[in-house]
């Protein structure tokens, strides 16, 4: 199995930034195997849209609105995948999950929650003006 746990959520006032954190552990999870990783965001009453995610090898693929905003990355270990959120809006308020495709596979050619096995249990963020 895969294990995700995220942390660094807080609240902040629009403009400013938080780190997100998010680590990755399991029987089932290879740093030496292909993988996927992303970041979802869910908004009160809404559905769970992706944000972010990041292969073994480090590339990298945003949504449109979120691209000149946030960033994701990986520590070397492969242990941890982070997402660097800035100029933050109200807007950005929700929760946030971190997310791993099937191990031993690499991101797919669609980004949504289906194409996403394992999840974290979330991490607030509030935004406010």
């Given at each position: 199995?895969?294990q995700?746990?995220?942390s660094?959520?807080g ?7 938080l ?13 030496n ?29 945003y ?16 242990t ?5 959120m ?5 807007e950005?308020?929700a929760?946030?999950f ?32």
């Amino acid at each position: 199995q895969v294990q995700l746990m995220e942390s660094g959520g807080g609240s902040v006032q629009s403009g400013g930034s938080l780190r997100l954190s998010c680590a990755v552990s399991g029987s089932r999870f290879s740093a030496n195997s292909p993988y996927c990783l992303g970041w979802f965001r869910q908004r009160t009453g809404e559905e769970r849209v992706a944000l972010a995610r990041i292969d073994r090898d480090g590339y990298t693929r945003y949504i449109d609105s979120v691209n000149s905003r946030f960033t994701i990355s990986q520590n070397a270990a492969k242990t941890s995948v982070y997402l660097q959120m800035s100029n933050l809006e109200e807007e950005d308020t929700a929760m946030y999950f971190c997310a791993s495709g099937e191990p031993g596979l690499w991101c797919r050619s669609s980004f949504s929650a289906i194409d996403f096995s394992y999840w974290g249990q979330g991490t607030q963020v509030t935004v406010s003006s």
